[in-house]
């Protein structure tokens, strides 16, 4: 079976701190896409990010980076000096081979930035 | 173009009436989805239609019903519904119709209320 768990319901930061938001996954597939989604007030998820499980390299755009680490099936959210527009719900998410089309969203972590 | 478009963006109805929900894109993606997402709560998968074809259906029930005209459109059918399925209903797309490594793109979601 396929699981995402981001134990973080909800985080509340300043304006201009570093935030992490967690994600554990479970999954027995060899190969697996690995996602996190922002979905802002307005409701419409956003894309930010996939991983495959052969890529280990963690990546950097602009403010946000991603530490994917296979040992502990972690794929963690980093943002950087954090902004008011960073507030929204953000979900990571899994597929894999045994899913078919299905994508296996996490609870979602609510982040609240403060100005 | 790298959006998918929804109508309507709200709705209320009630649980005798039939109304429709419509989603397009013209991305050229060959996998279109349902989910729908109550307040709080990931989405949850409805439907995948892979190449206009029903390849995923979630044990969703029958007064729900998918249809995919053509490629670049989707609706869902809705008809004596209950006052437990309102929610966010999302619509999205990704670019391949046969693999589960893309990622989704979502449109703004339609809100629905059945009173």
């Known amino acids: 079976a396929q699981k995402v768990t981001q134990a973080q319901t909800e985080i509340s930061v300043v304006e201009k701190e570093d935030v992490t938001l967690d994600c554990v996954y479970e999954t027995r597939d060899t190969t697996y896409y690995l996602f996190w989604y922002k979905q802002p007030p307005s409701g419409e998820l956003v894309f930010l990010i996939r991983?495959?499980?052969?890529?280990?390299q963690n990546e950097i755009s602009g403010r946000y980076s991603w530490n994917f680490q296979k040992s502990t099936s972690s794929f963690n959210f980093t943002i950087t000096a954090s902004q008011v527009v960073d507030s929204a719900v953000y979900f990571c998410a899994l597929s894999g081979d045994t899913g078919g089309f299905k994508t296996i969203f996490g609870a979602g972590t609510r982040l609240f930035v403060k100005a | 173009d790298t959006e998918v478009t929804q109508t309507p963006k709200h709705l209320v109805m009630g649980m005798t009436n039939k109304k429709s929900l419509k989603c397009e894109q013209h991305m050229g993606h060959r996998a279109m989805y349902w989910y729908k997402q109550k307040a709080k709560k990931p989405p949850e998968l409805m439907f995948v239609?892979?190449?206009?074809?029903?390849?995923i259906n979630e044990s969703v029930p029958s007064r729900f019903s998918p249809e995919c005209p053509n490629s670049s459109l989707l609706n869902l059918h809705l008809h004596a519904l209950q006052p437990e399925d309102s929610a966010l209903y999302l619509c999205a797309s990704s670019q391949v119709g046969t693999r589960n490594s893309d990622e989704h793109y979502f449109g703004p979601g339609t809100r629905l209320t059945v009173t």
């Open positions: 991983r495959n499980s052969f890529d280990e």
């Open positions: 239609y892979s190449y206009e074809k029903l390849s």
